[in-house]
């Protein structure tokens, strides 16, 4: 036999059992689906949420707040500093003018905060440009207090903390989904490995006969591994249809931030086809798992003959 | 043909199958193995067809040492041994064509050639015409038949039957004897395994006789049953018959 006609045979015989035990393998292939359908949900929110911040902190800006009564020639000597450090993009000068502005354009709701003082409320500040590889330096931290020293200076404000922290929070979103994937991943593997424990039990009528005529271990397990795989990939390809229409009808239905964030971009093309094939691989390994070489023994190989009976010999 | 030297077979739980067994058996010889239930007959023929490994000794198929095959020749060696046996081990879910078709199948012919060569054994035994039965709706006689055909499919040189009429009435047993000696009578060895001593003595030939395990006694055995044949006039258990 070909391994042309070997893999036909093992797709016929696959099939046939998945279909002749349809709500076992329905259950198993469900199995699959859920696991991989929460592991890509994980994975979702933590790309779309480490995108995000990947473009945040591409745009953080340093901001030197200026004393009131630091003067022209002070500041013009701390721009010049800037202008020579390391990773140096751009600086510009927010006078106090422009700073209410912003003020009023970002929260208009507050604006009248703003009234009522003698002078101005909000300092100068210079709005330092540095490069993303400048920005994850982590030199930088000293560099930046270093400034707080100058005497012009009264506050250094940067991103990088809470942008830290978000990471740390993408961080344990894909911890959650290797762990739960992983969890749900080894019961969906459980699962397909009793399911064809439980074919290969219902058939191993059939398995003892193809043993006894001549069939290769090849020959009689391939159509179980097939079929483990088989399971493994449509649970995979349900999870992901599963996430990918969610995510559309999340995408174009809702109208929040949050969801925006989270759903911007779908996974990858092969991260989606990487969970598939996931599911195939847990499929096979259960599959595999399931027939050791008792399951498959008919039951009294190592056992005397049917007709023995001590009082008779 | 099928040589055995100092053959035992010792179970896990201690019991012996077989004890020192030492025999010859040529090719196209028609051999009965006879004995009470438990004096190993069984295991006699698990040996030969690779079911069971013997503890000590050595077993010679076609000049093959088999008592060391590898688990992965046994599969090859299986295919030029036919075995039957007493509950026939048909699969109900499959029609008469598909339980004899397994070998065919296992080496890559298409459905027509297995069709066809499903179709010329189970002529050989009288069956080509329930070809697309279900067992269930075969009789003990047919279904010993189908198991029959199942093993001749791949035209193989030796033959073992384990209590091929264990299961059937007197009549039903005669049908399926003539059919076994016909069978050899082609050139295939024959190790029937019987503990029915009528049956022997009417038939002669080799017999051998296992007591708990030893091999007891190893005798050719004159018989009437190729007179009594003789003087029938019906013909033997084949399509043409039916």
């Not at chain 2, 003539?178 to 503990?195: C, Q, S």
Request: glycine share 8%.
């Amino acid at each position: 036999m070909t391994l042309v006609q070997a893999l036909a045979y093992f797709t016929r015989e696959a099939l046939l059992n998945l279909v002749r035990g349809w709500k076992v393998s329905l259950l198993a292939i469900l199995t699959i689906t859920v696991s991989l359908f929460l592991t890509g949900v994980f994975l979702l929110v933590s790309n779309n949420l480490g995108a995000v911040i990947d473009g945040w902190r591409a745009e953080s800006k340093v901001v030197i707040y200026l004393e009131p009564g630091a003067e022209s020639q002070a500041i013009a000597d701390l721009e010049e500093t800037l202008r020579q450090a390391p990773g140096y993009e751009r600086v510009a000068l927010i006078d106090v003018v422009t700073a209410r502005q912003r003020f009023e354009q970002a929260f208009p709701s507050m604006a009248d905060l703003l009234e009522g003082w003698g002078e101005e409320p909000l300092p100068r500040s210079l709005e330092l440009s540095l490069t993303t590889e400048r920005l994850q330096d982590p030199n930088l931290g000293t560099w930046l207090e270093s400034l707080r020293q100058n005497p012009v200076v009264m506050m250094v404000d940067d991103d990088r903390d809470w942008l830290d922290q978000l990471e740390a929070v993408v961080l344990v979103l894909r911890g959650l989904a290797l762990m739960v994937g992983g969890i749900l991943l080894a019961t969906a593997m459980f699962t397909i490995s009793s399911v064809i424990r439980l074919t290969a039990y219902l058939y191993r009528d059939e398995i003892a006969v193809m043993r006894l005529v001549g069939a290769t271990e090849f020959f009689i397990r391939g159509p179980f591994y097939l079929e483990g795989l088989l399971q493994g990939l449509v649970g995979g390809s349900l999870a992901i249809g599963s996430l990918w229409t969610i995510f559309s009808v999340a995408k174009s239905q809702s109208t929040s931030l949050l969801t925006s964030i989270l759903a911007s971009e779908f996974l990858t093309w092969s991260s989606s086809l990487g969970l598939v094939a996931l599911g195939g691989l847990a499929g096979l390994v259960g599959a595999v798992a399931s027939l050791s070489r008792e399951t498959l023994e008919s039951p009294k190989a190592e056992e005397p003959p049917a007709d023995w009976n001590e009082e008779d010999s | 043909m099928i040589e055995l030297y100092n053959v035992t077979k010792r179970y896990p739980g201690g019991q012996l199958g077989l004890s020192d067994v030492s025999l010859k058996i040529a090719k196209g010889q028609l051999v009965f193995l006879t004995g009470a239930s438990g004096a190993g007959k069984s295991t006699f023929l698990k040996l030969i067809y690779c079911e069971e490994v013997p503890t000590e000794g050595n077993i010679l198929v076609n000049g093959r040492n088999v008592s060391s095959l590898p688990r992965n020749k046994i599969p090859y060696l299986r295919r030029t041994i036919g075995v039957v046996f007493q509950n026939f081990r048909l699969i109900p879910r499959k029609t008469v064509f598909e339980n004899v078709a397994y070998l065919p199948r296992i080496l890559g012919l298409d459905r027509k050639n297995q069709k066809k060569l499903a179709y010329e054994t189970l002529r050989q035994v009288g069956l080509a015409h329930r070809i697309n039965a279900f067992p269930v709706q075969l009789s003990g006689g047919e279904q010993q038949r189908v198991a029959i055909a199942r093993a001749l499919i791949n035209q193989p040189e030796i033959l073992l039957a384990d209590e091929p009429t264990g299961n059937l009435d007197p009549e039903l047993s005669e049908e399926i004897l003539r059919l076994l000696l016909d069978i050899n009578l082609r050139g295939t060895t024959v190790i029937f395994a019987t503990h029915d001593r009528d049956l022997i003595t009417r038939v002669g030939h080799r017999v051998l006789t296992l007591r708990e395990g030893s091999l007891a006694d190893d005798r050719e055995l004159p018989g009437s049953f190729y007179s009594q044949e003789a003087d029938k006039t019906g013909p033997a258990p084949s399509e043409e018959a039916h």
